[in-house]
């Protein structure tokens, strides 16, 4: 879509909800229940789907499906290679299988498997990546996937789609079971703001421009499209940018043609993430406007490392993923793109460092203050007692 130069603000024809910028307001849903739901609706409407899960059924919320249709729901124990291939045999007798588990796992434990007998084969399959991104907080670096999307894209014949909140995960699963081929999708644990309706418009392969704006284009996949959002509102209001905002959630095929007429109206684009940008959202985005309209990239994501420990609000700041670092990547590509010097570490990095190492530091004393002296940290020494009785 091409806006001209007067236009800018939200594009009502998104149907945005009307209190979005109100976010302590805002209904918080977290994506999987909206996979849950979104597998329940298609089921309905076709008998030949199926789901499998790796003994994660409650936290996928593939238990929804289920509980509607146990003679269709599979358990597979912790097997994530076994769960892509008889996905794959079950696709061969005509079954629209979606295996679930989480992202960590499947694409991470079974890429093999995927990509010989899924992607290869064509095979209708529908992998369903569970607690994506940063979002599973204390679990850490072990259990945060930001490297699903590299990972998936990278295969000939899948389909990749990143969806935004509850609702477009819904729709993705709708949407994906209809889909022919091999689709992964990916969503989170953490409940995070539902802020598109059903009215809002959805397509695979299709990006949609949320707000309009000609001086800098976000493009956003994934729940922080909504700290994309809030980012454009703040330096609208505060310094005067119009932000152009893309909802990129499909990631592939990725939708070219609005990019393009991006970068050619805007002249800088910032991308954002929660997952690595060497080769994820970052990396189409740079191949395609190396090929067709370079324009100076900024992106925000996983610098090339991995997750921490954490609450997921509290880790999202240490990796600078939030509006206020958006905002720094923000005016670093507009000094790029008007010709400014600009520092050799990006401002929005480096306050990400600075908050990471806070982060660090206060779990680091959070855990002191729970363990004795002799353990080395602030409590007094406890006798360690034996419950048995003598």
């Not at 704006?213 to 940018?241: C, Q, W």
Request: hydrophobic letters at 40%; a positive charge.
């Amino acid at each position: 879509m091409r806006t001209t130069p007067l236009q800018k603000g939200l594009n009502p024809a998104m149907f945005l909800v009307r209190n979005l910028f109100e976010t302590k307001n805002l209904k918080q849903t977290p994506t999987r229940s909206g996979f849950g739901e979104g597998l329940v609706e298609a089921g309905k409407k076709d008998k030949n789907i199926v789901v499998l899960c790796c003994d994660l059924t409650e936290s996928t919320r593939a238990d929804m499906f289920k509980k509607v249709f146990p003679e269709r729901f599979i358990q597979m124990g912790i097997a994530e290679q076994a769960l892509a291939s008889i996905g794959a045999g079950l696709s061969m007798a005509g079954k629209v299988p979606f295996i679930s588990s989480y992202a960590a796992f499947s694409p991470g434990r079974n890429w093999e498997q995927i990509k010989t007998t899924i992607a290869l084969q064509n095979s209708n399959v529908k992998i369903a990546g569970a607690h994506s991104g940063l979002s599973v907080g204390p679990d850490g670096a072990t259990h945060q996937m930001l490297e699903d999307i590299i990972l998936t894209r990278a295969m000939p014949n899948m389909t990749v789609e990143v969806p935004c909140d509850a609702i477009e995960t819904r729709k993705t699963a709708v949407a994906g079971a209809k889909f022919v081929g091999p689709f992964y999708f990916r969503f989170a644990r953490s409940a995070t703001p539902v802020f598109t309706t059903e009215k809002t418009p959805f397509k695979l392969g299709r990006a949609e421009v949320y707000r309009f704006g000609n001086d800098v284009t976000l493009v956003a996949a994934g729940p922080l499209l909504y700290e994309a959002l809030l980012a454009a509102d703040a330096l609208s209001k505060e310094h005067g940018i119009e932000c152009r905002v893309i909802n990129a959630h499909s990631i592939k095929p990725f939708d070219e043609k609005t990019l393009i007429a991006a970068a050619k109206e805007t002249g800088a684009i910032v991308t954002i993430e929660e997952g690595q940008t060497h080769g994820g959202l970052a990396g189409i985005v740079c191949e395609t406007l190396a090929l067709t309209t370079p324009v100076p990239v900024e992106r925000v994501g996983a610098q090339n490392q991995y997750g921490e420990s954490g609450e997921p609000a509290q880790v999202l700041e240490a990796f600078g993923l939030t509006a206020p670092f958006i905002a720094l990547a923000v005016v670093r590509v507009l000094d790029r793109k008007h010709g400014v010097a600009v520092s050799k570490i990006p401002a929005h990095m480096q306050a990400a460092e600075e908050r990471r190492i806070m982060m660090r530091k206060q779990i680091f004393e959070e855990a002191l203050s729970r363990a004795p002296r002799k353990w080395g940290g602030t409590k007094p020494d406890l006798q360690v007692r034996s419950n048995k009785k003598r």
